[in-house]
């Protein structure tokens, strides 16, 4: 099983990054699926939770500048971000498993991770 996340690079503020995380090993539309990131001396942080049904949601820091879709045929999840700013830059991870509804921000709550993808946002 193996999730390749990539897509990183630099932008300047304002500007946006789409992210791809494909799998192989597993059929992602059968898991849930969730972006975390982290930043250098910050804890991982969860970003978007989509489960297999498609329901998603989102925490504050990605409301209304992050979306994330899914491509079946392709066995592959994107994370569209717009609007990045400076806080934005960190590592930002794919992940995928069975979280309940009260884990589903817990990143120990998924088996699967990708290798991280680096984002940095920056004038």
């Known amino acids: 099983v193996q999730l390749q996340a990539s897509g990183g690079g630099w932008v300047q503020p304002g500007g946006s990054l789409r992210l791809s995380c494909a799998a192989s090993?597993?059929?992602?539309?059968?898991?849930?699926v969730a972006w975390f990131r982290q930043a250098p001396g910050k804890e991982r942080e969860g970003l978007i939770v989509?489960?297999?049904?498609?329901?998603?949601w989102y925490a504050d820091s990605a409301k209304g500048r992050f979306t994330v879709s899914r491509d079946n045929a392709e066995n592959t999840v994107y994370l569209q971000m717009n609007n990045l700013k400076d806080d934005d830059t960190a590592v930002y991870y794919c992940a995928a498993g069975f979280p309940i509804f009260s884990t589903r921000w817990d990143w120990q709550a998924y088996r699967y991770w990708g290798q991280g993808t680096q984002v940095t946002v920056s004038s």
């Open positions: 989509r489960r297999s049904s498609g329901q998603t």
């Open positions: 090993g597993l059929t992602l539309n059968s898991y849930g």
